[in-house]
């Protein structure tokens, strides 16, 4: 049983006065640290547990709430964490894993990965790279197998066309690209999944630390294209997570 | 067998010649219009067949397209058709059906309908009514089934929150929203399904047509949020179908 | 009696010629100490003492024009002071207060607290905290008496639910929020109170600075928001100040 | 007592269960009309009752709304109701009231006023009616006595000196100005109250529709001024009459 | 001789004044029209004679600067001529050709076409077919030959595959797209000539009349791309025309 | 004697007390009509008498200020008055001159004319001769002559060479462009009198209504340039006359 | 006698072949540095010697500009030079002037000054002082004497009414203001002489490095405001001594 | 015979399975690194052979690279290679050129230089230099000789006049600049040839780091302009060879 209806259901039985009823629900649903509030229902409530979002917390807070969740949970992500804070970080979870490519940092274990479907992460060009890690990391940690297809972008389409067959099997894909970011378009073009289209501040000039790839994204002339903001590699692998575990 | 490895298949065992065969993909691919090259195997390829852009083109071209279109499909559907052009077109086809607030006509059937998983399509406000039902549509033609739940902006959460329970029975939600597009960050704290949001052009003053509201659900603090373009009712349909059709 | 209205008596009555009478009104108003006029009566006509807006300015300038309030005031803030150049500062003040948090230095002391009503500042997430502070700090300072509740982000809307019912009792809200801001509407359709819009610079990509925040809470859909600026926590608290300090 | 207090208690002593529960509350607090669901405890909730946003609505809509809020309320206000939607209007509520410059209808009657406190709208120039009118007609129909002080912009000051003494005795002060915006930063040097700050499309070429206004508002140099949506007179009264109404 | 050159001399030979030089080089190189000074030397300067932009300036007044080209060019071409004021100015040139999607009238004769190479103008979708036209009537006025691709879109690049072989043929290539305008890279990406991308204001939403396609072409990931103005189909063609009769 | 300074001895003298003194300055200062506080002394104060702007008045309110305004000064200008205001206008004032492309009435005396200096207004193209307009018959209404050099823009240098002694010789310029404006940096390089930079909203595409001229003139490498608002003629010819009234 | 003029007379007189005379402008004109064309002939043509733009200049390009101009004037100066350049460039003129505030250096003489007007610049806060001290030094050094009215910002105008009456006796005044730039509309109408309008980018948030004042200044209300760039303090001085020196 | 032609045959004729005709079309076509797909038969589908895009990569992927295209071409080009990256890869290549202003390297020979037409690269100030040399490599390594003039800008056209006559020869002119970007629109209205203009992002203020040069380069008024990215003199360069490089 649902630990709320539990809660809601002491209350009309009388096992549980309104005050206290208060409280039992509070507890189940999240730890106050003053700081912060760490969520320890949205699993419940979302699908996926608590990840932290590493910039603008210190190493201390980092660690208080990564403590916290793993109360619940069996593993925990911190990204947007700078190497030197990931450093004060470790000395708390020696074991802890960190990418510092991507900047981010995984306590405990990955999720039990799903079988018959995964995420391809398809890079236009050699500098995407680091949101793309951020992206399979992420969805690696919540469950999903994922394959990344670097450096095919569309100013060498036969790049792409080589690979094209395979990544026709992923259950979503993620098109990772800064500059005008055609290849959100393009990839949808080509496909019968869901392209979650991933903006990248690679670039220069009137790229404007990647709005041009994103209103380039947003308006694809292609069916099936959705966008998350720029370089945000987690948000597209958690999308893409969701719809990769959908049954 | 695939009618493209057929042809394949044929120029290794010699059946046909380099230029027949090329002629030969090509008809297998689109009808050439003089003005537009119509998409045929797009439900081949993209797992959704060919939809007409009725905005910009003529009432003559948008009949002739549909006519190409059905000689492959049962049935076509062509959005952003004002009213005016829509008559002229009903006149080649009238058993179309024509909706005047999102403007758009189905000619020919439905495809069926997915049994296992529907899209909810939850509005902030009234004036939000026009996207939604350009949503609804093209999910229904596309094979899915739809439920709209309009008015529960965040100005109100009461409104969201009687029917919360409801709306976390779909296999993905649309969050349409003007003004500040809060409503898809409140969602995807509550929901473990993809909310795909749909900023519209509501508002006035600082609202620039729709900008706020994309900015601000590209900037969603809640997981699980991915974008499309202000009032694309179609773009937005047509990702949560690729996601409610996933198996 | 008002000091401006014996001035222009003097001057009916014949006490005083009109150069006499314009000096006599400058004295009364600022000191000009070169650089800077610091302002003298400005909580006669407005309400508040003079504040020091330490950056751009050297530690000398704002050592000098606290010596010049502290003349007619029993204590001076300085916002925006770089922790380099409070140290300098202090030398000067040895018994002042300083957060390193918000860079906010008070010398002297607080004013008198209004008793019947305060002040709650809300915060979306823990890296808000810094507007927060500033916004603490300077109400305390101007008379009000203040409750942060930090980390009440849409994304999880219980942590806000458990403790709406204390925000109710405040005389006026302000909502700390970057990203999406969304915090702000939320609030407002909750409360009987004005809500003073804080948009903050945290986040990342599209968000700009804070820019989109500021744009999503100017078009909140619920009544009773105003907006001050990004990462403005001291123009958030005085206008709270003047609004919690009405009888 | 509160009647959702009633409910609750009812749920605990057993003598409702909880789908009813459940219903009951939802009956208190809107009316579902299909294309909206009317608020009708946003006096209980935010002080004030539901006002009907009229743009994008139609006037059969409008009617409704105004018919089911008025079942709980004595009386109604309809903001951006274009003159020949308002005729369609008047034809159920033959005795409302309607002003064509701000496009406001108002049914029924307005609150009782408070009594010791009042609301000064001050513009710059005379373009800059509209949005006060709108400023004007909210607020009284809240509750709220104001005054206008036309056509008193920075452009010729001595027009404002020979004002501002009584401008001062009002409880709250809105600074409506398109163009640059000056007339809150000036007023708000000048007084002891809060000054909500309600920029104008007022203007041409750089002015963009009122941005130039909305940005100078929000980088005012002098404290206690906080900004609304442009044109939004609505808003800018709504606060007022919050913070008017304080006690 | 150069007639510049020849007054050059004449001075220099005495045989005229400096006054009257400088009037003989005034006479050679525009007609002073009071409202225009129409441009005679255009084409000893800059290759291609005056063409008259007809936007914001009255029938009669493109009616006579058109007579005075047509004194020193057998050929004159209006640009964004409204049908309404092309009729007024047909009266005046019964013989004159006016092609209403593009609005562009041409009096007297086309030039001697190239006959080495032509232009190849590829249009993403049947909407940019406007532009397009605009760019083939200036082009073939100027003295190239032009082919026009409708159509190929990134969104079925298969379209576009079936015609690369023939496009490659062209000297030069313009790229025609509104939306995301990534059809300018792909064409790059495949071709040995130069691109001149032409965004149109085609699309909605976030597309900003044509902006977005601007700047994802101005970032473009492929060499080779060099941008015109939103729309200015006659600033495509006049580039691609310089191009095209290089020797 | 300066009717103000009267006043204040007055007041020292005791021959005034002190609300009969507001009274007398407020009476001398504007003339409340309700709507407008029309500015009396203007002139007293910078120089240049009330000038009406036209736009968002009605008729009958344009008119009410003239008369005002004619009861101090020999005439009056009205600008943004459109066709149809005009017309009313006229009925009041049938002596009134009105210009119909810069949509300016004059109502009374120019004033007498300066002699020994005047204004050049250069423009780049036909189109905006609208704006030139409005700064001619502004000026001259001051007190300034003024010659217009039409069509001087920067794609045909010699049309600009052919004049730039003439231009020489006036005391300050007026540089009217739209496009990219580039004509206010080549005139403020070959002058040395000051240039006033009036950018129009003539053009398309990412001209964005004036935006693109008046960034590239705020830019402007040439030393000597200032900028006024878009299509502004009024306030351009308002700084020149000030600039060019300097003794 | 010109030399220009003279040249050209000796071409007519056969004393100069045209080669020659091409020469000899050109040595007139500039000294070809390689890197650099240094514009000697910039007195002659534009009333102020070249002024050397120190930014994206090495120290050794700097000092050798320098010296050509000192060829032909006495004195230079340059702006934008970081104290480390700065001091490189003095081991070349031991005696130069340099300010660290500003950032500028004079080497060699200022101009006589002008006699019967000068220049006032008035500035909103002491963080102005940058740019007000730019164009303090550039004004002295081109010819025209100074005063500065520091920290006289709108948050306080009675420290601005102050000095209003001497500000009044300048010949022309430069606006110093960031944040809203509320400076210039509010002195504009005060004043009988122009406003020369400099931006700064004091503030912080939505002030986008001085955009909002800027934009806030070219809109202003008040006749006789003209409008420089961003912190250009060179600019404000020279348009201000252009005007200043007028007869 | 051309190697993919080559395959094909080998296909129909049955010499090689499918399987294998794949591999070695992927072969010919690029060399997959993993981080990177080196694009190797670049030369033989765009006219030029691979370049490398330094920014965003280590110092070891760009020698990978190089070494991977080193067997195929006889020289390769990184552009924006940091000076400390440079050093690395110059330890696997000792005899690259390496030039510090552009942050170029070039490893192997240049291409035989096109002997009839060169590329003119006029930029405005000294400060554009940056991109102009990046222009300059890259047109000299793809075969292409070249010309700069420095220091042209509009504030003194008689720099540039006396260079015209020079510049009228080449067969394309690159105009590099800063601030307005008034230069292409000059150049463009003096010669017959293309202009590709070349914004920088040198400037302060509201320059915007180059938009505004772009935006005023993109309206152009003068025809035979088309625009690449800002700083992007490798873009520009590109173009204007394969300009240069047509017969």
Do not use: W
């Amino acid at each position: 049983m649902n630990p709320l209806s539990q809660i809601l259901q002491d209350v009309q039985s009388g096992k549980c006065d309104l005050p206290a009823a208060q409280k039992r629900i509070e507890n189940l649903m999240f730890a106050d640290l003053g700081h912060t509030k760490a969520d320890l229902n949205r699993r419940e409530r979302t699908g996926a547990g608590e990840v932290v979002f590493g910039q603008g917390k210190s190493a201390e807070q980092c660690a208080e709430i990564a403590k916290a969740i793993l109360t619940r949970e069996s593993g925990v992500l911190i990204t947007r964490l700078s190497p030197d804070k990931a450093e004060k970080v470790k000395a708390a979870f020696p074991d802890a894993f960190y990418d510092e490519l991507s900047q981010i940092m995984r306590i405990g274990r990955e999720r039990e990965k799903i079988e018959n479907s995964h995420i391809a992460i398809v890079t236009a060009g050699t500098s995407d790279m680091k949101a793309a890690r951020e992206a399979e990391l992420t969805a690696n940690f919540l469950g999903s197998r994922t394959k990344i297809y670097p450096d095919c972008g569309v100013a060498g389409l036969h790049r792409l066309a080589s690979q094209i067959e395979e990544i026709r099997k992923a259950g979503v894909v993620i098109a990772v690209a800064g500059m005008e970011g055609a290849l959100a378009s393009v990839l949808a073009g080509m496909l019968k999944v869901p392209v979650i289209a991933l903006p990248t501040s690679v670039g220069y000039g009137a790229s404007f630390g990647g709005l041009a790839a994103l209103l380039s994204m947003i308006n694809s002339c292609a069916n099936g294209v959705s966008v998350v903001n720029i370089d945000n590699g987690f948000g597209a692998a958690y999308n893409a997570h969701l719809i990769n575990s959908k049954k």
